[in-house]
């Protein structure tokens, strides 16, 4: 089975930088792996994709300010946030994707990937 925790959540000012980390459980190797976010009374929505080649997805939101990677040695990905907006603010999920990767990204709800806990992000204006 797959685990995902994440962490590096907390509150920031506008301007300011965060990185998350999503530590990896389980067979992964042939997965995207996805990062999500989701503000009280929204729906969640992708924020990133990693596919297994390198390459990468944003939603226009984000794009030019987040950047997504992985450290294979330490089963970890990250998310670095630059120039974050108070509209950053949501609990921030890892997901690790087995197929269709770009089409469940842009269907967080479907069943079809594994979830972390969850990090909060807060940015105060």
């Known amino acids: 089975q797959v685990q995902l925790v994440e962490s590096g959540g907390g509150s920031v000012q506008a301007g300011g930088s965060l990185r998350l980390s999503c530590a990896v459980f389980?067979?992964?190797?042939?997965?995207?792996m996805g990062w999500f976010r989701q503000a009280p009374g929204k729906e969640r929505e992708g924020v990133a994709l990693?596919?297994?080649?390198?390459?990468?997805r944003y939603a226009d939101s984000v794009t030019g300010r987040f950047t997504i990677s992985q450290d294979n040695a330490k089963n970890t990905v990250y998310l670095l946030m630059n120039s974050l907006k108070p509209e950053d603010t949501a609990m921030y999920y890892c997901?690790?994707?087995?197929?269709?990767?770009?089409?469940?990204?842009?269907?967080?709800?479907?069943?079809?990937?594994?979830w972390g806990q969850g990090t909060q992000v807060t940015v105060s204006s």
């Open positions: 997901a690790a994707i087995p197929r269709s990767c770009y089409s469940s990204f842009l269907n967080p709800v479907r069943l079809d990937k594994y």
């Open positions: 389980g067979y992964t190797v042939s997965y995207c």
């Open positions: 990693l596919y297994t080649d390198g390459s990468t």
